[in-house]
């Protein structure tokens, strides 16, 4: 359950890092994440900033160990595991809930703030137009708007 191979040698265990992804530092990983957002945001009409990778232990471990469950699952009941993992989502954010997230992760206990339409929970779409949209993907007063991927 290592993290992924873009991560630092030695993530802190204690705490989220944020690091930017650019051209320089992380080609590919830059590239993948530039072009999933451009399949659906147009490049005339959104400019991206910036491209941050969160690095947080802890959260990616309970991860690590749920996909890791749901996985042994399915395969016991031999269902096609394949497609239990998204490689891209988007989840589009205000600019105070980025630290929040970043640290804690995503917590249905605070969803509802934009929207709700099928109950409370966390939401991600499978392109990046829907979480671009002003309500899930809040312009700050710069008009800067921010999306996890």
Not at 37 to 60: C, F
Not at 66 to 77: A, N, W
């Amino acid at each position: 359950m290592a993290p992924p191979s873009t991560w630092t040698r030695d993530p802190d265990p204690m705490r989220a890092r944020i690091f930017d992804v650019t051209p320089s530092t992380s080609e590919s990983e830059y590239r993948r994440v530039l072009e999933a957002i451009q399949a659906t945001l147009s490049p005339s009409t959104h400019r991206v900033q910036s491209i941050k990778r969160i690095e947080n232990l802890a959260l990616w471990k309970s991860y690590a160990a749920k996909r890791q469950t749901m996985i042994l699952r399915g395969t016991s009941e031999k269902r096609d595991t394949s497609q239990y993992e998204r490689p891209m989502l988007f989840h589009g954010a205000t600019s105070d809930s980025i630290p929040k997230i970043c640290q804690q992760g995503f917590n249905r206990s605070y969803s509802g703030k934009n929207a709700t339409l099928f109950g409370k929970g966390v939401y991600f779409a499978a392109d990046a137009k829907y979480s671009s949209h002003r309500t899930y993907s809040v312009p700050d007063s710069n008009s800067v708007q921010r999306m996890f991927v």
